[in-house]
């Protein structure tokens, strides 16, 4: 073929593949193709919800765009379309548009019915607001409501409720109740009253629609400076009675639950579509991590609005779609109601961040995770990592016994002592008659530093380690079901930090928890693994994740810092071990208990031996840390008490008898 004729050939393919791809709504055939093309690029353009470059008839393609946006605004969302067989009759095609949408958690579909009509060379598209969804009408929109599911309970102990539904007011303006140009002002007037930012409340107000309640505040109950009347007394306010799931007061157990309120603006952009604005969802603690199984799945109307045509018209609605909500999960705990508030009530006084935990030792059962006041939110009982100070002595001993040490074994405890220049002392007080050559027993009734940093030779950084995970300690907690510190103590260490090992300072951290598991196991002879959440397996599926590890970062010092006075803080990944291969034995923790009682007996917790019932064992801690001289110091104590161990805790507290002690005293007293 000669070199023109090659051209000519190449021309005629381009011009033919030209014709088969100009748009789809022009006729290229005497009919079916071109209206097949026609009626998929339309159900591509309503996908894209954009029919401005299509050729319409019975409204203006500017306006049928602007309509088809407005109709389809309040649903936030774009449908899947598609389109069904074409059928003609001359110069007219009709087709279904199938239409998907994906509104919250549920799916809605439905079919309209679309007709072409040919003009000239062209398709065009006869518009009516029932092509967008049946039984549309000019003028209407559509929107979606939210119907709540209702939200899982929380359970303590015996299934008892700790978080359920209990009567809650709405406070807030209700846009029907007032004239537009009296909104602004009322939003600032309601916003002065409860105490919001004047200038967020008012744009939450000025951007909802005429209709709408712009929620201020919840109230459990009125109070003396929020009072109904003041409420009603601004235009447009307004308290709507209603239901939340709360805890039995606004403080129990904050810190470990969490709460619930609407979602933010982060929680929605981070929810991936799982949250809309105006959902309620749990923030911190248990309702945090527990949120998709505690929430359910929300049902959805779809509603056609009409156009307010007069002032003061109030619009009826038709319901388009609706959806059944599906009710929350009920999350079952161990938290026994009464010692949770004891345990806050013996706090409600101390000033830094402090703590009360309590476990049973014979099941794992966390019955009390308290976290004072002080604590500014922060789950100090569970996050918290400290240094244990000489409560560590317990993991001392252990270790020792498994050197052939027993409670009546002699140790050196002089009133000082050097490790490669640093000087260690006993605590201010310390009684001279059990300075020098004592029975273990003795020196750790009495809490003698120098006696275990003289033990170090004898006991290596990796045995403590492997004493402490023996007792419980910083191992897995595959039954905890909440995000806790369970302790660390480094597998190596050399000289000056060895010996501040030795009374449990360093590198060691505890979180209360992991102090309340030390005493729990000695309590129950073997290791205790802790226990919060009973149907923990439940979640499997959900975004609830374990993480044992998460925490505050420690500082040099050993305290825990979170990182603002919210239940949030940066979270540690500190290594934690599978449980021990040697586990703690009844011998051993029967030695313990013995030196345990000592404390009390014969050493510097005289005052428990007056707490009624089983007989207290006891282990108090004091640990250093800061820059400060004299430094300031972390006051602990962990005690038993028949099939109980608690562990309590004050950040800035002085000595562990003098501080802790007797807020463990006042709490066991109280358990009765």
Known sequence: MSQMGKLKKHRLVLGLVTLVMAGSLTACDDGRAGAEGAAKQLASSLSALDVGSLTVEGKDAAAANEQLKAVFEGLDAKPAVESGDVKLDGDTATFPLKYSWNIGSAKWEYSSEATLKKAGDKWA???????????????ETLSVKTVPAQRGQILGAGDAPIVEDRPVFRVGIDKTKVPAEQADASARAMAALLGLDPEEYAKQVAASGPQAFVEGLVLRAYTAEITEAKIEAIPGGS???????LAPTRTFARA??????????????NSNGAL?????????????????????????????????????E???????????????TTLKTTLDLKLQQLAEETLAGVGPASAIVALKPSTGAVLAAASGPGSNGYNT????????????????????FRNGATPDSKVECPSTLTVDGRTFKNAEGYPESSLGSVALRDAFAHSCNTAFINARDAVSQDQLESAAQALGVAVEAPKLGADAFLGSVPGAAEGTEHAASMIGQGKVLFSPLSAAVMAASVANGAPVSPQLVLN???????????????GATPTESGAASPSSASASASVSAVPVSPASTKPITKEEAAALSDMMRAVVTSGHAGFLAEVPGTPVGAKTGTAEFGNDNPPKTHAWIVATHGDLAVAVFVEEGGLGATTSGPLLKSFLTAAG
Do not use: C, H
Request: negative net charge; glycine residues 12%; aromatic residues 4%.
């Open 381 to 400: 009982a569970m996050l918290g990592q400290y240094a244990p100070g000489s409560t560590f002595k317990i993991v001392d001993s252990l270790a020792m």
């Open 276 to 312: 809309r604005a105006g959902d309620t969802t749990g923030t911190g603690g248990l309702q945090q991590k527990y949120d998709s199984l505690l929430r359910g799945k929300d049902g959805v109307e779809v509603l056609a609005t009409p156009e307010v045509k007069s002032e003061g």
């Open 314 to 328: 109030t619009p009826g609605t038709k319901v388009f779609f609706s959806s059944l909500p599906s009710p929350g």
């Open 536 to 550: 923990a397996d439940a979640a499997q599926g959900s975004e609830a994740t374990q993480n044992p590890s998460a």
């Open 125 to 139: 598209v006869q518009w009516a607001p029932a092509l967008l969804a049946p039984e549309l009408s000019e003028g």
């Open 239 to 245: 308290s709507i009675l209603d239901s939340m799931a």
């Open 256 to 269: 470990l639950l969490g709460s619930v309120g609407q979602a933010s603006a982060e929680q929605i952009e």
